[in-house]
């Protein structure tokens, strides 16, 4: 199984920045898209970014612009930086990954889930 831990979040002023990170650990043989969602109260999941094992990336036009993604291969682990934070950015932020856990099965990709770190954005 391949587990996934984000760190990061926490309280910014508007226009502020932070960076969460989502490391992946376990039993993995290959990840291909890592992305990030973000959930608020009410609200469905949004994709926000994903990004491929090549650095291919898809980011929404919503925070286009002001955040980035960018993945460390060798340590498994995708980040976002999140800048010109607005309070309309609070939500909890998730990582999810499609990762192939065995390579005696290399074409069974699942996708995994962390538990989420809250981002508020507020003054």
């Known amino acids: 199984q391949v587990q996934l831990v984000e760190s990061g979040g926490g309280l910014a002023q508007p226009g502020g920045s932070l960076k969460l990170s989502c490391a992946a650990s376990g039993s993995i043989f290959r990840i291909n898209d890592m992305g990030w969602y973000r959930q608020a109260p009410g609200l469905q999941r949004e994709l926000i970014a994903n990004i491929n094992s090549g650095g291919s990336a898809y980011v929404a036009d919503s925070v286009k612009g002001r955040f980035t993604i960018s993945r460390d291969n060798d340590k498994n682990t995708v980040y976002l930086q999140m800048d010109s934070l607005k309070p309309e950015d609070t939500a909890v932020y998730l990582c999810?990954?499609?990762?192939?856990?065995?390579?005696?099965?290399?074409?069974?990709?699942?996708?995994?889930w962390g538990r989420g770190t809250q981002v508020t954005v507020s003054s």
């Open positions: 999810n990954a499609d990762a192939v856990p065995d390579s005696r099965a290399w074409w069974q990709e699942y996708t995994y």
